[in-house]
Every structure is written in C-alpha cells, then in structure tokens.
Nanobody, 126 residues
C-alpha cells in the first residue's frame, strides 16, 4: 500500500520561505512520477511542480523560479522548497504519486495521480 505522509507548511509573511516534505512508502516505480498540487478556497486543484525519472521537472508558470521540487530517493522523501512566497500562494498543498507516466505528464493533471498525501496548509499574509 503506497502511503504519502506530508509535513511542513504553516504561516509566513510575504517574501518568506517554507519547505514541504512528503515521506513516501511502498512506491517503487522505475519511471516514477510525483508532483505537488495546491488548492485554494473556491478554486480547482492545480499542479504546481512535478518530477519524473530520470530527473526531469516541470513547473506551473505561477511558481517557476520561486519553487523547487526535489526527490531524495535514498530517504524516499519528496520536497518542495518555496521561496519568495506571495499571498496568492495561500492554499492547501498536496503531494501525489502516479502509477504510470503518460506522455503528457508535464500537464500535471490531477486525474493521472493515484496516491495523495493528507494535505498541509500554507498561509502567506502580513
């Protein structure tokens, strides 16, 4: 049973930084595909960063240059380093893992992800 357990998040002032972690268990895919999503109140869940084998990444334009996704395969942990946070980054953040990777993986479609973390709140305000 694949399990994703998130940690990190919290409240920060604009311009601040946070790091989210996602501990992964029982997920052994040669062509792994993992991502971070977020969902703000009243809005749809959107993919913001994804990583796939061997080490390709993609980012939503709203976070590119500010957020960094990484995977520590030895520690089996997915990270999202967030810098230059803005009030519009306020949302519930989720990590996710896919059973298989499609050619459109870079679109970060939520429907392509089978396993999800429990979610963690990130609030950016002064």
């Amino acid at each position: 049973q694949v399990q994703l357990v998130q940690s990190g998040g919290g409240s920060v002032q604009p311009g601040g930084s946070l790091r989210l972690s996602c501990a992964v268990s029982q997920y052994n895919r040669e062509s792994f595909l993992m991502a971070w999503f977020r969902q703000a109140p009243g809005k749809e869940r959107e993919g913001i960063a994804a990583i796939t084998a061997p080490y390709d990444t993609t980012y939503h334009s709203a976070v590119e240059g500010r957020f960094t996704i990484s995977l520590d395969r030895a520690k089996k942990t997915l990270f999202l380093q967030m810098t230059g946070l803005k009030p519009e980054d306020t949302a519930l953040y989720y990590c996710a893992a896919a059973d298989r990777r499609t050619s459109q993986w870079w679109r970060m479609a939520p429907a392509e992800y089978t396993y999800w973390g429990q979610g963690t709140q990130v609030t950016v305000s002064s």
